[in-house]
């Protein structure tokens, strides 16, 4: 009796100490475009990577094909700004980065999946636009893990083509160094106005490109 009111009071022991919480933000994703050494604005994205044109068409720079069927995307590598307008919690505020992959139709619609990292702080590092090789090497605190969605084509009168492309992508991932032993699921919308997911700001828009629903879980 005695060793199993020593367990009983021990596993109550460990259930009071074991607490997990889940905090729940909404985080506005905007796509800057990055100015070049002459001045020129250009698209956010760092790694151009390798595209392929299905059925026969011409690739087109960035993300295009004159003719064929569509248009696989491999390793290309981009950057943004993350931004929590309602707590500012400093682990969401930052620069996020991602590589995409992804087997698009005629229509640029189809699905995507990639690696992604988020680093709090400035944005957007230059850093990493300039070294997107060696940048991570001397990162210490950054969320990072994977993400998979799909790209639609959806009417819409009120946009400039009548049409936008809108992206739902989930994410899962964890924390490393000042971040370690949080957990981090998100789910994104996507809404871009022309068929290359280039930034709005191109176009005079200036809404961001994405907003996430993000839950981050910690035991303590």
Request: proline residues 7%; hydrophobic residues 40%; contains cysteine.
């Amino acid at each position: 009796m005695k060793t199993l009111l020593i367990l009983t009071a021990s596993l109550f022991a460990m259930t009071a100490q074991a607490q997990t919480t889940f905090e729940h933000f909404t985080v506005e994703d905007q796509w800057p475009p990055l100015v070049a050494p002459d001045g020129t604005l250009i698209p956010n994205i760092i790694v151009p990577g390798e595209f392929f044109c299905t059925g026969g068409g011409e690739p087109i720079v960035p993300f295009g094909c004159d003719g064929g069927n569509g248009i696989h995307i491999r390793g290309a590598q981009a950057v943004s700004c993350l931004t929590d307008q309602t707590t500012h919690d400093w682990r969401l505020e930052g620069t996020a980065w991602w590589d995409l992959s992804a087997n698009w139709d005629s229509d640029k619609t189809g699905p995507v999946s990639g690696i992604w990292r988020i680093v709090p702080g400035e944005c957007i590092d230059m850093n990493l636009v300039m070294n997107p090789e060696t940048y991570w090497d001397d990162v210490y605190t950054y969320w990072e893990g994977t993400y998979t969605g799909k790209r639609e084509l959806v009417a819409d009168p009120e946009a400039p083509l009548q049409i936008k492309w809108i992206s739902i992508l989930k994410f899962v991932g964890q924390g490393m160094g000042d971040l370690a032993g949080q957990k981090l699921k998100a789910v994104e919308t996507i809404t871009t106005y022309y068929p290359s997911p280039a930034p709005g700001e191109f176009f005079g828009i200036f809404e961001p490109e994405g907003i996430l629903d993000v839950t981050i879980k910690t035991k303590y």
